[in-house]
């Protein structure tokens, strides 16, 4: 990190616009090469400040829910497509008033809503269906929507090719952090079993799970595997990562607040993994942190905990150069996606603050939060 956290509040999530724009960058070059289109997924990461800067790169979001979908509407104004396991009969018009294309995870879903979406005549808004190819390698059940009995999308006993009438796109979403490899074979079962119905599609999403901005990930691949279903089907294609836009682009910044002893030093932090970073106790998975190892390769080894009341609020254990000690400043890396859109107040912690980093301006604290935000959600 090339330049000074000591003015920012604490905890803080900090995203480096310049990496930001190098994942775009990676991103809009798969655009040139193969003409498909690129959707951020909100779910992953919906820092709506730096809307602007991802809306001169991808084509537009994609939403899981009504409030993402204005989010996305309001505040980039480019396509906005949304799916969902179901839609709430008293937010459709809402859904149709900010959205531009809708799937629908089944047939009695679209037949519920279809009316619906015809009577709009201000625009053309189109339609398509989840499927289900029954092949993922996600290892994951929670992770995985070609689990068993999942509920994600129309598996190919299911499918009703006699109702696909006003039906234009087809989606799937089965990958999740994989390379271009899973992809391509993903593409195969896809093409074997729902082949006949893309060809009478205008649109194929490819969903989100694409790593794509990984120092590893390979590229080339991923644009075969894109041409191969463009001239195969004539069909448009959709992507929609969330995690690949603004992987390694941000930061968490936290402070040890004391050292307690227990068989072994514990780093007690002004941030938790329950309120600020989810992913860590759910993946579960253990985030860098700028200067620190594994346990045992530097001299001091702590285990970092949070501070909520939850026995197991532990980060995990590091070590360090130099012993901890209160009002340290660590930097955790990687937190800019799946953790400003995940985190809560359990505990009635605080939320980090926001700040955005970019050279011409610098550092700019965008948001604080406040005990109006704890107390509004209650009652
Ligand atoms: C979660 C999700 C995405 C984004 O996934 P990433 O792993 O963040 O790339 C895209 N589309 C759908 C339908 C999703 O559920």
Known sequence: MDFDISSLPSPCYIVDERLLTRNLEIL????????????????????YSVFPLVGRYLKGVTASSLFEA?????????????????????????????????????????HRFK????????????????????YSEIETPIYNPCYQNSRLGVTLANF??????????????TMCEQNSDTLERTIKVVDQKFGNYIKTMKWLNLGGGHHITRPDYDIETLVRSITFLQDKYGVDIYLEPGEAVALNTGFLIARVLDIVDNDMKIAILDTSAACHMPDVLEMPYRPNIVDAGNPGE??????????TCLAGDIIGDYSFKQPLKPGDPLVFCDMAHYTMVKNNMFNGVNLPSIASYNREEGIKIIRQFSYDDFKTRLS
């Open 160 to 173: 009703r090719p006699e109702e696909l009438q006003g039906i234009e796109g087809l989606h799937f979403h």
């Open 28 to 47: 809009h070059s798969v655009q040139q090469r193969t003409e498909c289109n690129i959707l951020l997924a909100l779910k992953g990461f919906s820092m």
């Open 115 to 134: 009316d619906k979406v015809n009577s709009v005549k201000t625009k053309k808004i189109s339609c398509g269906i989840r499927i289900n190819p029954e």
């Open 70 to 110: 204005r989010l996305g509407y309001e505040e980039m104004g480019k396509e906005v497509h949304i799916y969902a396991p179901a839609y709430i009969e008293g937010e459709f018009d809402q859904i149709l008033g900010n959205c531009d294309h809708i799937t629908f995870n089944s047939f009695d879903q679209w």
């Open 298 to 307: 530097y001299p001091y080894t702590y285990r970092l905990g949070g501070l």
